[in-house]
């Protein structure tokens, strides 16, 4: 069996944007119009554990983990407006600025190779992609952008940055 998450959500969505929604009410990310299926963790978490429990049926086949839709960031912008309760905009930004800023933040080059790959994959549209996998598995629908940034909504506050201080 082979399971294949797209992006997750404790990745670009909870590491790489409270930054930019706390400080300017942005999620500022080098995607363009491209779709994403972002899927949480947990899910992927059910999903293998689900598949270890009886591990048989699934020999030889492939499982596409994603999130419950795929859309472009400006809908997942009022997916955290939603969760939020004000005005969150999606600002595109060029890839190469921004994998400059994340090396002067100390983050490892070849990570930073690894998410900037990443954005432009986004801007060419090769993470549109959906899948009832999830649900199918588990029984359990994943979970949405919304609902995952309304569970870490302290970490996308200006409250929680004074917290860290």
Known sequence: ???????????????LTPDSVRESNHIRL????????????????????????N???HIGKIYHLTGPQ????QFY???????????ITFQDIP????????????????????LAAMGDLHRAGRFDRLSDDVLALTG??????????????ATFTASAKAKEA
């Open 70 to 73: 795929s859309e472009n960031m």
């Open 140 to 153: 359990q629908r994943p979970l949405s952008v919304q609902e995952f940034v309304r569970k870490n909504a």
């Open 1 to 15: 069996m082979h399971v294949r998450p797209t992006v997750f959500l404790e990745g670009f969505f909870l590491t």
């Open 55 to 57: 591990p048989q049926p």
């Open 30 to 53: 080098p995607f363009g119009e491209g779709k994403t299926s972002p899927v949480a963790a947990e899910d992927v978490a059910r999903v293998i554990a689900t598949l270890l429990a």
């Open 77 to 87: 912008a009022k997916e955290y407006s939603k969760a939020l309760g004000h005005t």
């Open 95 to 114: 890839v190469e600025p921004w994998r400059d800023e994340l090396l002067k933040r100390g983050w490892p080059v070849h990570v930073v190779n690894h």
